[in-house]
C-alpha cells in the first residue's frame, strides 16, 4: 500500500465494505432504490432513471445472488 501512496486506500476499503453488505442484503432481503442506487454508485455502474425497471432491479439482483436471468 505504500508502495500506492496516490490510492486513497480509505476510500477502496470503504466501497468494498458497502458493495458487500448491500450484495449480501440483496440476496437475503432485497433492497430499497435507495440501496440499490448506492450500490450501483459503488460499483461505478450507471443506470439512466427513464430506463430503470423493476425487472431491471430484479435482474441485476439475481445476477448478484449467481443466478441466471
Request: charged share 40%; proline share 0%; glycine share 4%.
Amino acid at each position: 500500500m505504500k508502495k500506492y501512496n496516490e490510492i486513497n486506500w480509505s476510500e477502496v476499503a470503504r466501497r468494498a465494505i458497502i458493495e458487500k453488505i448491500l450484495s449480501l442484503k440483496a440476496m437475503r432481503e432485497g433492497l430499497t432504490r435507495i440501496e440499490f442506487n448506492m450500490l450501483l454508485k459503488v460499483m461505478n455502474k450507471v443506470v439512466a432513471v427513464e430506463r430503470f425497471s423493476y425487472r431491471g432491479r430484479r435482474s441485476f439482483s439475481r445476477r448478484l445472488r449467481g443466478e441466471r436471468d
